[in-house]
Each structure stands twice: as C-alpha cells, then as structure tokens.
C-alpha cells in the first residue's frame, strides 16, 4: 500500500509563514487532503483538490502541488493554528479501493 | 447541518466484538461513501474501512481485514463497524466521516468533508 511521509514537527513564529510537506507516489494520481486536529478534538478539513478551502476555513490556510509532494502553507500563523495537521490522498498502488494518511506534522506557534 | 454522531465503544477484552454505530443526519446519506478512520492514543489517524453509497462495495486496511465488517442501512441512515477478534492494537478512537469527490481535468481529489466526534474502543482484559 501507499505511504505518504510528512515531517514530524515544525515551528513558526506568530504571524509569519509555515509550509508543511507531504510526499508520497499516490500524489501522482490523487491530490491530497489536508486536516488540522487540536488536542480532544475530531480532524477538520482544511484544504482539498488543487487549493479549495471548505466554508469557514480563514485564507491563510493554502495548498499545492508537484509531482509526488503536496504543501500546505499557512501565510500569517495564527495562535490558534498550532494543532497537529495530516494529509491524505486515496491510494495508488495495487488497491485504488484504499486510503491512507500522513505520518501527521505538529505545528508549534511560538 | 450535517451531524455525524458515533456510538458503541466502550472496553472489550481481547478476541471480543464490538459494534460501532454512526447516525447521519442533514444530508441524503443513501448518497455518500463512508468510511472509519482510527487513531490510537497518542498516534496518527489511520484510514480502516470504506463502503460506497448503496453499500455493495466495501474495502479495508490491511491490519483490520478479515475482523472488521463495515456495512450500512440507507433507511435507517446509519453506518456500522462491525469488529471482531479484537486485539489490544485495535485500541483507538474510531472516527466516522464522509467522503466527498471532486473531478478536475488533472487529478482526482477523494476528501472528508464531515468528520463525527468519535467512539472510544479499548482492548484489553
């Protein structure tokens, strides 16, 4: 099956810019979703296609992608964007039927 | 509003069952796929099962096939999980969501668009 590997950790300073990677081969086929998860909480989408963000979703939260690798780039990061963030695409390999997730990224806001 | 409410954890000691439900309301449920995702404490979110809308097609994890059986009842507009031979791995919250897709002239997007609060399931004797 598929696997799609994103870095464990990152930091950024309140109101600057944080991207957040996501690799893996079913990015050649799939665009990735993104989710953000606080502490207790259900994941809540926050990008999906090539770079739409549901209603409620605020700007600062963008997406893209090339090849195998998909970004998520918050401009201007809130207090309140710190919270654990997966990507997610359907899987490419033998079972198209399938879905997998990313490793998960911890994004701290300083 | 669309309202995903899950039920049916709870603690089960090993080799066990357990029947996860997921109650759908505010949109045509007899419409969507859905799917269970898990995640165990401390861990990421895990994708386990998927079932397409009339529930004629089914598909699973790896480390869940053969013990767990998603299925769903339009007329009842509810999703179950179905878990058997459960093992101390399986501890998790198991989550619902629904599937939403969206076709562009490039790539296929597959996302979640509606997540439920979530069930506790805990193995262990």
């Known amino acids: 099956s598929s696997e799609l590997t994103q870095d464990p950790a990152v930091s950024v300073a309140l109101g600057q810019t944080v991207r957040i990677t996501c690799q893996g081969d079913?990015?050649?086929?799939?665009?990735a979703s993104w989710y953000q998860q606080k502490p207790g909480q259900a994941p809540v989408l926050v990008i999906y296609g090539k770079n739409n963000r549901p209603s409620g979703i605020p700007d600062r939260f963008s997406g893209s992608s090339s090849g195998n690798t998909a970004s998520l780039t918050i401009t201007g990061a809130q207090a309140e964007d710190e919270a654990d963030y997966y990507c997610?695409?359907?899987?490419?390999?033998?079972?198209?039927?399938?879905?997998?997730f990313g490793t998960g990224t911890k994004v701290t806001v300083l | 509003e669309v309202q995903l409410v899950e039920s049916g954890g709870g603690l089960v000691q090993p080799g066990g069952s357990l029947r996860l439900s997921c109650a759908a309301s505010g949109f045509t449920f007899s419409s969507y796929w859905m799917h269970w995702v898990r995640q165990a404490p401390g861990k990421g979110l895990v994708w386990v099962s998927r079932i397409n809308s009339d529930g004629s097609s089914t598909s699973y994890a790896d480390s869940v096939k053969g013990r767990f059986t998603i299925s769903r009842d339009n007329a009842k507009n509810t999703l179950y999980l179905q878990m058997n031979s459960l093992r101390a791995e399986d501890t998790a919250v198991y989550y619902c969501?629904?599937?939403?897709?969206?076709?562009?002239?490039?790539?296929?997007?597959?996302?979640?668009?509606?997540w439920g609060q979530g069930t506790l399931v805990t193995v262990s004797s």
């Open positions: 079913s990015l050649r086929s799939y665009y």
């Open positions: 997610n695409s359907r899987d490419s390999s033998g079972n198209h039927h399938n879905y997998v």
């Open positions: 969501a629904r599937e939403e897709v969206m076709t562009t002239v490039t790539l296929r997007a597959h996302y979640f668009d509606y």
